[in-house]
């Protein structure tokens, strides 16, 4: 199958930024079945948002509250991918556990959450 491991979060001021990164690792060949990376966000009491998606083939689409200030990149090596978010501007709203997820031809997985903390 393929395995999510997110990475990248903290606590930062506004106006700040932060890099999340998303390691995708699969056995013969199979990361190559991932057909769309996207980063989701949850706070307590709200259902998990979708922030960013990224294709296989590197189109990008993103939520409207982050559109100008997320970018999101992909690269494959060997057996892995890795998804780079990179959130600048960051504001108190986007406060949330930052989830990965990989659409792909196994079905969908789902990393672990890293938590991103914006004080005013």
């Known amino acids: 199958q393929v395995q999510l491991v997110e990475s990248g979060g903290g606590l930062v001021q506004a106006g700040g930024s932060l890099r999340l990164s998303c390691v995708a690792s699969a056995d013969s060949g199979r990361i190559y079945s991932i057909r769309t990376t996207s980063w989701y966000r949850q706070t307590p009491g709200k259902q998990r948002e979708l922030v960013a998606t990224i294709t296989s083939g590197g189109i990008t689409n993103y939520a409207d509250s982050v559109k100008g200030r997320f970018t999101v990149s992909r690269r494959v090596d060997y057996n892995t991918a890795t998804v780079q978010m990179t959130m600048d501007n960051l504001k108190p709203e986007d406060t949330g556990t930052y989830y990965c997820?990989?659409?792909?031809?196994?079905?969908?997985?789902w990393g672990q959450g890293t938590q991103v903390t914006v004080s005013s």
């Open positions: 997820n990989a659409d792909h031809a196994y079905g969908t997985s």
